[in-house]
């Protein structure tokens, strides 16, 4: 199979979230055919930036003000003009565009996507041709989309105590795991 520099390179930027800007920007570089659709190229964001309850709106927002989004998530109440994410294709970018993606509109994760100057190949990149977007380099620290720094983080109790002796609260799987380590 063959198949030339068609597709897109797309850096995303993580610009805040939660109500703080994240600086450095933590970030992903997203291969994408322009037949994908941009409700596809959300949900690729949305596990690279480790999303895990996705039941939250999102929005593109183009560099010409044109909106995106699922029509169908919103029950009528999208914001006017808003145009179908499942519809539109990501060939509707063009090289260098700059826009925004948010998910979760009381959160509010915002994103910079700016599209590469050059086209791809994804067997260059990949090895393959997938069948949705996927990330192909990334950096930085992502934080939980609902702040929480551990399971059952309430917002407002001290952080729990480290083990006094490194990993010895852990079963002794691994040789350096547990109690008394191995070897």
Do not use: N
Request: aromatic fraction near 10%; proline fraction near 8%.
């Amino acid at each position: 199979m063959i198949v030339a520099r068609t597709w897109l390179s797309i850096r995303v930027e993580l610009v805040s979230g939660h109500g703080a800007d994240l600086w450095p920007r933590p970030g992903r570089v997203f291969a994408a055919a322009r037949s994908h659709s941009f409700a596809q190229f959300a949900a690729a964001i949305d596990l690279a930036f480790g999303r895990w309850d996705l039941a939250h709106l999102h929005l593109f927002t183009l560099s010409d003000g044109a909106r995106v989004s699922p029509l169908d998530w919103w029950d009528g109440e999208a914001p006017d003009g808003t145009v179908d994410g499942h519809a539109i294709k990501l060939s509707r970018l063009q090289a260098g565009e700059q826009f925004a993606y948010v998910f979760d509109m009381g959160d509010d994760w915002a994103h910079l996507c700016t599209v590469a100057e050059r086209r791809i190949d994804p067997l260059d990149e990949l090895g393959e041709a997938p069948d949705r977007p996927v990330p192909y380099w990334g950096w930085g620290s992502l934080p939980d989309q609902h702040a929480r720094r551990w399971d059952g983080d309430d917002g407002e109790s001290p952080m729990p105590k480290r083990p006094a002796r490194g990993l010895s609260d852990l079963p002794p799987i691994l040789p350096w795991w547990g109690e008394r380590r191995r070897g």
